[in-house]
């Protein structure tokens, strides 16, 4: 059992299909099933939900994952770079790792951390720009990659690729509006 919680970049992949059916054709022997948890606003210290989400089973309980694809780093980036933000964003990623443990009663759940995708420069002077977005958002991808390597997780980089892409055509080519993917 799958589930993948964080931010927009993992409730978008509600739109589309491509992962889970990648991840099925690779693994079919597993007969792993998918649940997406992933909110536009979450951050890896708060996931606000309605009054009444849990009000007859909580769904994430019920699930009950074994694996969690993490989806962190893109909003907690607004926060700032500084070394206090920073530190603050990997206590917050561990203890976040933590709490899923005690609330799953699972000592043995498994985490992947995925960083976040780089901004893609739209070209509207409306929009924030990409090279300042970037600076910030490769920051966080750099510390998702340390919590990784030294608490021993998989980690996928999003950051880099996606950068490369976006710079190599820029303009809406990826996203709706710099930020969230379109396929």
Not at 18 to 46: C, L, Y
Not at 48 to 74: H, K, M, V
Not at 99 to 124: G, H
Request: with cysteine.
């Amino acid at each position: 059992r799958v589930a993948l919680v964080g931010n927009s970049t993992a409730e978008r992949m509600n739109l589309f299909g491509n992962f889970e059916t990648r991840f099925q054709i690779r693994f079919a022997e597993k007969r792993a099933r998918f649940r997406n948890f992933g909110w536009p606003g979450d951050a890896v210290s708060i996931q606000q939900r309605p009054g009444n989400y849990t009000e007859i089973d909580d769904p994430f309980l019920e699930f009950a994952p074994n694996l969690l694809i993490c989806f962190f780093g893109f909003n907690e980036s607004f926060n700032g770079i500084g070394d206090e933000q920073i530190s603050q964003f990997v206590r917050d990623y561990r203890d976040f790792i933590q709490q899923q443990r005690k609330r799953l009663d699972d000592s043995a759940l498994r985490f992947a951390l995925v960083s976040p995708i780089a901004f893609e420069s739209t070209e509207n002077r409306l929009h924030p720009d990409a090279e300042i977005a970037n600076q910030r958002l490769r920051v966080y991808a750099n510390a998702v990659a340390q919590i990784a390597e030294e608490d021993g997780y998989p980690f996928v980089d999003l950051f880099t690729p996606t950068l490369a892409t976006f710079n190599s055509e820029p303009g809406a080519q990826y996203t709706i509006n710099g930020v969230h993917a379109n396929a």
